[in-house]
Nanobody, 126 residues
Framework: QVQLVESGGGLVQAGGSLRLSCAAS????????MGWFRQAPGKEREFVAA????????DYADAVKGRFTISRDNAKKTVYLEMNSLKPDDPSIYYC???????????????????WGQGTQVTVSS
C-alpha cells in the first residue's frame, strides 16, 4: 500500500515555472513506478510524464516534452515534476500515481496505476 500527497501547485504567469512534489508513504516506494497525469475541466485525464523505479528511465507526453522534467528521490520517497515555460493550455489538476514496477518499465496508461493522490491545481495566467 502506498499513499500519495501532491503539493506545489498554484498560480503562475505564462512562461513561468512550477515544481510539483508527490510525497509517498510506505516502505516500498523504490519498488513503484511513478507517473504524473493531468485533467482539465471537461476533458479526459491525460498522461504527462512517467519514471521507472530507479529514475533512470522516463517518458513524456509530446505536449510537455522539453518543458517538463520528472525525477524522483527514493530516499525521500518523493517524485517531482519540474514544469517550465508553462502555457495557457497547461492548467489542470495534476495527479501523481504509483504502481508496482516490473524491471525498468515506465507506464503511460493511467488505468495501469493503482494508487493516486488527491491532485494539485495548476493555473496559468496570460
Amino acid at each position: 500500500q502506498v499513499q500519495l500527497v501532491e503539493s506545489g501547485g498554484g498560480l503562475v504567469q505564462a512562461g513561468g515555472s512550477l515544481r510539483l512534489s508527490c510525497a509517498a508513504s510506505g516502505r516500498t516506494f523504490s519498488s513503484y513506478a511513478m507517473g504524473w497525469f493531468r485533467q482539465a475541466p471537461g476533458k479526459e485525464r491525460e498522461f504527462v510524464a512517467a519514471i521507472s523505479w530507479s529514475g533512470l528511465d522516463t517518458d513524456y507526453a509530446d505536449a510537455v516534452k522539453g518543458r517538463f522534467t520528472i525525477s524522483r528521490d527514493n530516499a525521500k520517497k518523493t517524485v517531482y515534476l519540474e514544469m517550465n515555460s508553462l502555457k495557457p493550455d497547461d492548467p489542470s489538476i495534476y495527479y501523481c500515481a504509483a504502481r508496482p514496477a516490473y524491471g525498468s518499465s515506465v507506464y503511460t496508461r493511467g488505468e495501469t496505476y493503482g494508487y493516486w493522490g488527491q491532485g494539485t491545481q495548476v493555473t496559468v495566467s496570460s
